[in-house]
């Protein structure tokens, strides 16, 4: 079981369309692909079309009297499952402080899983929170969008801080990749063309900013099923492709 976190600090970089279509890139290649939501807008849940509620507390999970798969949700597609966002999920940060070791609580509630799924991805909520770290600690790959603008840019330099003073357990790893990309903006094309990928840990694809995605809303789809095709679609499939180079499960 692969897991790969998509986290932003900042709302708006495309987060969300990253983890369902990249969930369901996974799942149509024939892959048992899980897409958990911990977002509290709940956005991929919507997306994907299920119900945003859970029959259980999310005290229960966290401590694994309530098993997790028991909570998990089939979608339209038949080899992606979900964990939607919840109103229980309003809890969490509270239920994660006062525990002794927070930082393992999503791993070990999720942990069940590994038999089940090859690749799980997590909608991650915005932010520098306990929740955050634990998700962390939970993934094999944490993957950061960033808008090539310069507040975007300075946010990711604050997760890195982040990282460098809570350092991800071993096997975890964290990569870069520009999102939302405007190219006639010239301030974008200067920070993409003086950008050094290798030191910031960067992917070489981008994802451009293109009206196929917003529209993902309103068929309540991933791209790969309205748009499979678009431009959209062809820059999340490239995106896949180098994030499975990348993991070794």
Partial sequence: MYVTSIYSIKGGVGKTATAVNLA?????????????????QASSTFYLKVKPKIKTTVKKLLK??????NQIKATDYIHLDMLPASAAFRDIELLLSQHKRPADMIREMIKPLKNDYQW???????????????IFNASNLVLVPVVPTTLSVRTYNDFKKFITDHPLRPKSNYKGFFS??????????????????????FLETYIPYLSDVEKMGVYQKPLLGFKP????ATAFANLWAEIKKAAVI
């Fill in 180 to 201: 939302m990309v405007e190219r006639r903006k010239s301030l974008q094309r200067d920070i993409m063309n003086d950008w050094n990928f290798k030191k910031e840990q």
């Fill in 229 to 232: 095709t678009s431009d959209a």
């Fill in 64 to 69: 694994g009297k309530s098993p997790i798969a």
């Fill in 120 to 134: 799980v991805f997590i909608d991650s909520p915005p932010g520098l929170t306990l929740l955050a770290e634990a």
């Fill in 24 to 40: 369901a890139l996974a799942s149509f290649e024939g892959e048992k692909t899980l897409l958990i939501d911990f977002d509290p």
